[in-house]
């Protein structure tokens, strides 16, 4: 079975412009969750989506948004990029419940110059 | 509030010493936590996880972790190191009713020849 794609695997941006990253998540899986984590850092929290609602969001500003989709794939966009914002984001998916395994996918590298 | 602290951001191994990573958390309430391995360049692999069941849980690739309550740790061992263990090795938390997974700093595995 096919784990967790995202797309791009690498992207490079300039400060103000907007960005759409893209995952799939494991088939069956109804739970994806983003993450960002930057160079030397471990992952932060950013959305949780279960069934196309949030049902979770961390301490991230409005510039970032998701969705998913009826299919359980997923979209984050965050606008007005900053430098600030270049990492690995890292997009997670699991079948439902919190103690179960979230399985990550291996990341988009954003750079904004 | 929920937290997870790692002792030793760089720890360095001779090849077959035992490695011992640490791991201590804060939750208010009963924790999940979970061990996560980084190879370069790459997403997250879980090895191990720990949601109320035995305190001592094996995972893959020889490594094990055990919960400790009184604690608050929940360390992640191995009894001989091998060279394709170098990889930066995340803890995490959660709990009933949360939906993110938050993530230590993280401890970067040298394996020294």
């Known amino acids: 079975d096919a784990g967790v794609t995202q797309s791009p695997t690498h992207l490079i941006k300039t400060r103000g412009q907007h960005v759409t990253l893209r995952c799939s998540p494991i088939?069956?899986?109804?739970?994806v969750s983003w993450y960002q984590q930057v160079l030397g850092q471990g992952p932060q929290f950013i959305f949780q989506?279960?069934?196309?609602?949030?049902?979770g969001r961390g301490n991230f500003p409005d510039r970032f948004s998701a969705r998913q989709f009826p299919n359980y794939s997923s979209e984050l966009n965050v606008n007005a990029l900053l430098l600030g914002d270049s990492a690995l984001y890292l997009c997670?998916?699991?079948?439902?419940?919190?103690?179960?395994?979230?399985?990550f996918g291996p990341g988009t590298r954003l750079l904004v110059l | 509030a929920q937290s997870v602290t790692q002792l030793g951001s760089h720890v360095s191994v001779s090849e077959g010493a035992l490695v011992l990573l640490r791991c201590n958390y804060s939750?208010?309430?009963?924790?999940?936590l979970f061990w996560y391995v980084q190879y370069p360049n790459q997403g997250l692999q879980l090895l191990l996880k720990y949601t109320s069941a035995a305190t001592l849980v094996k995972g893959i690739n020889g490594f094990e972790a055990e919960f400790k309550k009184s604690e608050t740790s929940f360390h992640l061992t191995k009894p001989s190191a091998h060279m394709s263990d170098a990889a930066e090795y995340f803890c995490?938390?959660?709990?009933?009713?949360?939906?993110?997974?938050?993530f230590g700093t993280g401890t970067r595995l040298t394996i020294i020849p």
């Open positions: 088939s069956g899986h109804k739970s």
């Open positions: 939750s208010s309430v009963p924790p999940y």
């Open positions: 995490a938390v959660t709990n009933f009713g949360n939906e993110k997974l938050t």
């Open positions: 997670a998916s699991r079948y439902d419940r919190p103690q179960e395994t979230q399985y």
């Open positions: 989506y279960y069934e196309k609602e949030e049902r």
